[in-house]
């Protein structure tokens, strides 16, 4: 949420700056701005995109600064809002929420604040404990960090000690890279990965002091700590539109080739399954009672799936928990029996992460499913996990990234059904669906042009219900979502059988249903009855199914059975391209909808 970018070198910062923060847009939009330090502190600010800021306006001589493109939380966007944010002789860029800042700005009797941010109130603090020099900036910024409560990643600059960036982390994610006579600061790797391939992740409660030629990391002691570097590889930080329209319509195209890079080397012809990722042995397999998903929006989802496929093949209970609900919770687990996953995209959703707190605290196995490598979530879990591979998600509403967790979670059950010496059948039976994946999924891409044609006949309604039975109904919720967040539609999921119990009584002309018919013969029968029910109250239905167009269905698609394991990800295809076409023909900002942002950094 929010993105951040800081240079120090000998080229102009201003164009270093801006060229990062465009690669953050997706992380938010609201408003941006860039900071540079000469003399003095030069800022530029603009409600909007970064398209909105006027680099004419500062020094190209400037070789040091900050930007930041912003997700708002405490106070509207606006350009007073906007960051970097200047008090005194501190200038700073900050993601996350400081919690105590009322009690700060009380305490500092602050009345001369430009801005309703929380952040500018620590920039305060710090400049208040800077005491114009009298300590060096880092005793402040320390000093400072230990008054807040909340989460940061913050980047920190001073006129008064021109030739560093003070950059710390609570929660909030930050990377440094690492140059020649430069280095750079980021929220995440995208930014900076055209400069440089080496990276430092900054742990929470660390301190980093940057200069041109060096990197010095500190705990909130000041000790010093020694930094670790990673390297990046390009394709996992990359990712540009080619012939593509909209990043949403190239990543759902782009899911035949992000399941074979989840596949390569870990599910084979013959049948089997091996991940060298997550990290349990044969007792911590054979020992296992129950599995605990969590995860948020999409990623949530595709764990509601994951559970109906795993229950059956393991025969073991799996509960499913929105983050942001368990990190509250106070559910029975039995702790060392119970393997909690952790799904994100980000790797670094802060109700996943405070989640990954709890279940440690609760003695629970923790292993993460994510896409970012070097992520949060992916270092915060104690038993290893699976990356999926699946590249960059720059689209807000995440599409590829769905596909490749459920997939991921299957081969995680199918390889421990093998483990725990199971019915080998299951284990055959996934890979060799999951094997026939991309190419079903490129098959069904053909009803692309169907789906354009079919939308413009329905996207006048304005009540959308989604509803699927049994492993179809998180398909649906799922569905529900891509719609609501795209189109900005009220679309809602339910349960097939759960129509009657109340929703029905919504069911008019402004109203269409989105019911999912599975495969199976007698689940089938009971949705063509649901289907009759919405009909003789004067519903309008759009039926998928394996099978051709029932009677009294208004619209239809026909797609594959690849099998029981996967057969939902074929339909959601299909729902992934509905709420796009849907979203063209209503010219909304697709890749950007309002109001929302790519990583939740904050709870
Ligand atoms: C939906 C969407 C969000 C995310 C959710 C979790 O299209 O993008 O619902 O799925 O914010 O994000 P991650 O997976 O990064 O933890």
Same mark, same amino acid.
């Given at each position: 949420m929010c993105g951040i970018m800081g240079y120090l070198g000998e080229r102009p910062a201003k164009d270093i700056i801006y060229t990062g923060l465009k690669r953050l847009e997706y992380r938010g939009y609201d408003s941006a701005g860039v900071a540079v330090l000469t003399k003095d502190v030069q800022t530029i600010k603009a409600v909007g995109d970064t398209s909105k800021l006027d680099l004419t306006k500062l020094p190209k001589s400037a070789t040091i600064g900050i930007g930041h493109t912003r997700w708002a939380t405490h106070g509207r966007p606006s350009a007073q809002n906007a960051h970097p944010h200047t008090y005194g002789d501190i200038t700073l860029v900050h993601n996350g929420i400081i919690e105590n800042y009322q009690d700060i700005k009380d305490s500092l009797k602050l009345s001369d604040l430009k801005s309703q941010t929380d952040s500018e109130v620590l920039a305060a603090l710090i400049n208040n404990n800077y005491q114009k020099g009298k300590i060096s900036l880092i005793e402040a910024l320390k000093?400072?960090?230990?008054? @807040?409560?909340?989460?940061?990643?913050?980047?920190?600059?001073?006129?008064?000690?021109?030739?560093?960036? /003070? @950059?710390?982390?609570?929660?909030?994610?930050?990377?440094?890279? @690492?140059?020649?006579? #430069?280095?750079?600061?980021?929220?995440?790797?995208?930014?900076?990965?055209?400069?440089?391939?080496?990276?430092?992740? /900054?742990?929470?409660? #660390?301190?980093?002091? @940057?200069?041109?030629?060096?990197?010095?990391?500190?705990?909130?002691?000041l000790k010093h700590k020694n930094p670790n570097i990673n390297r990046l590889s390009k394709s996992e930080a990359e990712a540009t539109l080619g012939h593509y329209k909209t990043y949403l319509e190239k990543e759902i195209k782009e899911q035949p080739e992000s399941l074979k890079n989840l596949m390569r080397g870990r599910v084979s012809q013959k049948g089997t399954v091996k991940l060298g990722g997550p990290n349990l042995d044969a007792d911590d397999a054979n020992n296992l009672e129950q599995i605990l998903i969590i995860g948020c929006g999409t990623s949530y989802y595709a764990g509601l799936y994951a559970k109906y496929k795993l229950e059956e093949m393991l025969n073991m209970p799996v509960i499913v928990e929105h983050a942001s609900e368990f990190r509250y919770r106070h559910g029975a687990y039995k702790s060392n029996s119970t393997l909690a996953i952790f799904i994100s995209q980000s790797g670094e959703t802060a109700d996943v992460l405070a989640s990954i707190q709890e279940a440690k605290r609760r003695h629970l196995k923790t292993m993460g499913i994510v896409n970012t490598i070097g992520s949060s979530v992916a270092r915060a879990v104690e038993h290893g996990g699976i990356y999926l591979h699946a590249g960059q998600e720059v689209s807000v509403a995440s599409t590829k990234a769905y596909s490749s967790m459920v997939s991921a979670i299957l081969m995680f059950g199918a390889q421990l059904v093998y483990q725990r010496g199971g019915n080998s059948n299951i284990t055959k039976e996934v890979a060799k669906e999951l094997l026939m994946l991309p190419s079903e999924i490129k098959a069904t891409f053909e009803l692309h042009e169907n789906i354009k044609k079919l939308t413009k006949q329905i996207n006048h309604f304005e009540k959308w219900f989604y509803l699927g039975r049994n492993s179809l109904y998180p398909v649906a919720l799922e569905g529900a979502l891509k719609l609501t967040e795209v189109s900005y539609i009220h679309a809602q999921a339910f349960p097939t059988g759960e129509m009657k119990h109340g929703p029905i009584s919504l069911v008019d002309n402004k109203h269409i249903s989105i019911l999912l018919l599975p495969e199976d013969e007698t689940l089938y029968e009971k949705g063509i009855s649901a289907l009759e029910e919405l009909i003789a109250r004067g519903g309008t239905i759009f039926t998928i199914s394996t099978r051709p167009k029932p009677k009294g269905s208004n619209y239809h698609l026909q797609v594959t059975y690849v099998g029981e394991y996967t057969e939902g990800l074929i339909y959601n295809i299909c729902l992934q391209l509905l709420a796009l076409e849907v979203a063209t023909i209503r010219g909304v900002n697709i890749d950007r909808p309002r109001n929302l942002a790519k990583s939740v950094t904050v709870e």
């Amino acid at each position: 949420m929010c993105g951040i970018m800081g240079y120090l070198g000998e080229r102009p910062a201003k164009d270093i700056i801006y060229t990062g923060l465009k690669r953050l847009e997706y992380r938010g939009y609201d408003s941006a701005g860039v900071a540079v330090l000469t003399k003095d502190v030069q800022t530029i600010k603009a409600v909007g995109d970064t398209s909105k800021l006027d680099l004419t306006k500062l020094p190209k001589s400037a070789t040091i600064g900050i930007g930041h493109t912003r997700w708002a939380t405490h106070g509207r966007p606006s350009a007073q809002n906007a960051h970097p944010h200047t008090y005194g002789d501190i200038t700073l860029v900050h993601n996350g929420i400081i919690e105590n800042y009322q009690d700060i700005k009380d305490s500092l009797k602050l009345s001369d604040l430009k801005s309703q941010t929380d952040s500018e109130v620590l920039a305060a603090l710090i400049n208040n404990n800077y005491q114009k020099g009298k300590i060096s900036l880092i005793e402040a910024l320390k000093r400072s960090l230990v008054e @807040v409560s909340g989460t940061f990643g913050l980047v920190v600059m001073s006129p008064l000690e021109s030739n560093q960036l /003070l @950059v710390a982390r609570r929660g909030s994610p930050i990377v440094i890279g @690492v140059g020649d006579i #430069q280095n750079f600061v980021a929220s995440d790797p995208s930014a900076i990965i055209s400069h440089t391939d080496k990276v430092i992740y /900054l742990e929470d409660d #660390q301190i980093a002091r @940057v200069t041109r030629t060096s990197i010095e990391i500190f705990d909130l002691k000041l000790k010093h700590k020694n930094p670790n570097i990673n390297r990046l590889s390009k394709s996992e930080a990359e990712a540009t539109l080619g012939h593509y329209k909209t990043y949403l319509e190239k990543e759902i195209k782009e899911q035949p080739e992000s399941l074979k890079n989840l596949m390569r080397g870990r599910v084979s012809q013959k049948g089997t399954v091996k991940l060298g990722g997550p990290n349990l042995d044969a007792d911590d397999a054979n020992n296992l009672e129950q599995i605990l998903i969590i995860g948020c929006g999409t990623s949530y989802y595709a764990g509601l799936y994951a559970k109906y496929k795993l229950e059956e093949m393991l025969n073991m209970p799996v509960i499913v928990e929105h983050a942001s609900e368990f990190r509250y919770r106070h559910g029975a687990y039995k702790s060392n029996s119970t393997l909690a996953i952790f799904i994100s995209q980000s790797g670094e959703t802060a109700d996943v992460l405070a989640s990954i707190q709890e279940a440690k605290r609760r003695h629970l196995k923790t292993m993460g499913i994510v896409n970012t490598i070097g992520s949060s979530v992916a270092r915060a879990v104690e038993h290893g996990g699976i990356y999926l591979h699946a590249g960059q998600e720059v689209s807000v509403a995440s599409t590829k990234a769905y596909s490749s967790m459920v997939s991921a979670i299957l081969m995680f059950g199918a390889q421990l059904v093998y483990q725990r010496g199971g019915n080998s059948n299951i284990t055959k039976e996934v890979a060799k669906e999951l094997l026939m994946l991309p190419s079903e999924i490129k098959a069904t891409f053909e009803l692309h042009e169907n789906i354009k044609k079919l939308t413009k006949q329905i996207n006048h309604f304005e009540k959308w219900f989604y509803l699927g039975r049994n492993s179809l109904y998180p398909v649906a919720l799922e569905g529900a979502l891509k719609l609501t967040e795209v189109s900005y539609i009220h679309a809602q999921a339910f349960p097939t059988g759960e129509m009657k119990h109340g929703p029905i009584s919504l069911v008019d002309n402004k109203h269409i249903s989105i019911l999912l018919l599975p495969e199976d013969e007698t689940l089938y029968e009971k949705g063509i009855s649901a289907l009759e029910e919405l009909i003789a109250r004067g519903g309008t239905i759009f039926t998928i199914s394996t099978r051709p167009k029932p009677k009294g269905s208004n619209y239809h698609l026909q797609v594959t059975y690849v099998g029981e394991y996967t057969e939902g990800l074929i339909y959601n295809i299909c729902l992934q391209l509905l709420a796009l076409e849907v979203a063209t023909i209503r010219g909304v900002n697709i890749d950007r909808p309002r109001n929302l942002a790519k990583s939740v950094t904050v709870e």
